[in-house]
Nanobody
Framework: QVSLVESGGGSVQAGGSLRLSCAASGAGDDYSRYCLGWFRQVPGKEREGVAATFLFAPWYADSVKGRFTISQDNAKKTLYLKMDSLRPEDTSMYYC????????????????????WGQGTQVTVSS
């Protein structure tokens, strides 16, 4: 069982930056073998995939390309989402997720069926 805990959310003005973190436990030595993703959801709206990565190959939603950067530190078993040039429409609860993956298993995107989810961290961007 993998547990995920997000942190780093907060309030920022438009144009500002935040870095979210997602610390994993329970993945043992296999953290690098997980497809990792970031999602966001506003109450009353569908969850939106933001970014994903496997073996340092990132995928981004069009809405965040060029502004957000996903990265991971395998030694710390931590996933990051650096968010620059934030906009009010980026305001949301952000969640990280993970699923065991393998080379040849297809591209790791937010469209895959993630098995483990964090509790979320709130990001609020004011204009």
């Amino acid at each position: 069982q993998v547990s995920l805990v997000e942190s780093g959310g907060g309030s920022v003005q438009a144009g500002g930056s935040l870095r979210l973190s997602c610390a994993a436990s329970g993945a043992g030595d296999d953290y690098s073998r997980y497809c990792l993703g970031w999602f966001r959801q506003v109450p009353g709206k569908e969850r939106e995939g933001v970014a994903a990565t496997f073996l340092f190959a990132p995928w981004y939603a069009d809405s965040v390309k060029g502004r957000f950067t996903i990265s991971q530190d395998n030694a710390k078993k931590t996933l990051y989402l650096k968010m620059d040039s934030l906009r009010p429409e980026d305001t949301s609860m952000y969640y990280c997720a993970a699923v065991r993956w393998r080379v040849g298993g297809g591209r790791c995107t937010t469209g895959v069926d993630f098995a483990y989810w964090g509790q979320g961290t709130q990001v609020t961007v004011s204009s």
